[in-house]
C-alpha cells in the first residue's frame, strides 16, 4: 500500500513568485492536513480538509491557500512568497478526521 | 491556543540504555501521537493512544496516555544506534468540528555507540 506522496520533494523559488504544493494521500484516506515545519517554530498546522471541505485553518496569513478535491488528493498554495517561507511542508492523511495521522516526506521550499 | 511542551530537548545515551521522554499540555487532548523523524524526512507514526490511562507497545517503544488527559509518555528500552532522530508528541483535541495536530517541540536523541 503506497504511502502519502508529497510533490516535489524540493523546490527553490524566488520572493514575490507563487508555489503550488500537492498531496496524495493513502488510497482510501479521506482527511488531509498540511502542516509547516521551521526550525524555530516546529511543526505548525495550516489546514484541514476532508471530503472536499476545508474544516479548520491555523494561524497563517490568506497568502496560504489549499483544497482537496473529489479523489481526496490535496494541494496548498503559497502567493507572493516571503523569505520566511522557506521551510518543509508536510501532508498528512488520515482514514478519518480523529484517526492516526501519516505524514509524507514533505516538500522542501527554499525561497531566495 | 493549546500548548505542548515536550521534555528533554535532547539526550545523549550510551547504547544500551533506557530511554524516556515526555509531554505535557495545557489543554486535555484526546488522542496523543508520537512520531519519531529522521533529517530531511517526514515523522513516521510509531504509537497512538486514544484512551486516558492507555498503555501501548510497539517492539521496544512503549507509550502511554496520562490519566488527567493532559500528559504522555515515551519510553524505548535498550537503545540502538538507530534509535537516533528527532521524536515528537502530538496530541489532538477533537471537537468543534477541528482534528488538527498540536506538536511538542521535539526530542532530540542522541546514542553512543
Known amino acids: 500500500k503506497a504511502g502519502v506522496t508529497q510533490t516535489p520533494r524540493y523546490l527553490i523559488k524566488t520572493r514575490g513568485q507563487q508555489v503550488t504544493l500537492s498531496c496524495s494521500p493513502i488510497?482510501?484516506?479521506?482527511?488531509v492536513s498540511w502542516y509547516q515545519q521551521t526550525p524555530g517554530q516546529g511543526l505548525q498546522f495550516l489546514f484541514e480538509?476532508?471530503?472536499?471541505?476545508?474544516?479548520n485553518k491555523g494561524n497563517f496569513p490568506g497568502r496560504f491557500s489549499g483544497r482537496q478535491f473529489s479523489n481526496s488528493r490535496s494541494e496548498m498554495n503559497v502567493s507572493t512568497l516571503e523569505l520566511g517561507d522557506s521551510a518543509l511542508y508536510l501532508c498528512?492523511?488520515?482514514?478519518?478526521?480523529?484517526?492516526?495521522?501519516?505524514f509524507g516526506q514533505g516538500t522542501r521550499l527554499t525561497v531566495v | 491556543g493549546q500548548q505542548l511542551n515536550q521534555s528533554p530537548q535532547s539526550m545523549f545515551i550510551q547504547e544500551g540504555e533506557d530511554v524516556s521522554m515526555n509531554c505535557t499540555s495545557s489543554?486535555?487532548?484526546?488522542?496523543w501521537l508520537w512520531y519519531k523523524q529522521d533529517p530531511g524526512e517526514g515523522p513516521v507514526l510509531l504509537i497512538a493512544?486514544?484512551?486516558?490511562?492507555e498503555l501501548t507497545s510497539n517492539g521496544r517503544l512503549t507509550a502511554q496516555f496520562g490519566i488527567t488527559r493532559k500528559d504522555s509518555f515515551l519510553n524505548i528500552s535498550a537503545s540502538i544506534p538507530s534509535d537516533v532522530g528527532i521524536y515528537f508528541c502530538?496530541?489532538?483535541?477533537?471537537?468543534?468540528?477541528?482534528?488538527?495536530?498540536?506538536f511538542g517541540k521535539g526530542t532530540k536523541l542522541s546514542v553512543i555507540p
Open positions: 498528512a492523511s488520515s482514514l478519518q478526521p480523529n484517526t492516526e495521522a501519516f
Open positions: 488510497s482510501g484516506h479521506r482527511s
Open positions: 480538509y476532508f471530503s472536499e471541505t476545508q474544516r
Open positions: 489543554s486535555i487532548f484526546n488522542t
Open positions: 493512544l486514544y484512551k486516558a490511562g
Open positions: 502530538a496530541g489532538r483535541l477533537s471537537g468543534a468540528g477541528s482534528y488538527q495536530l498540536t
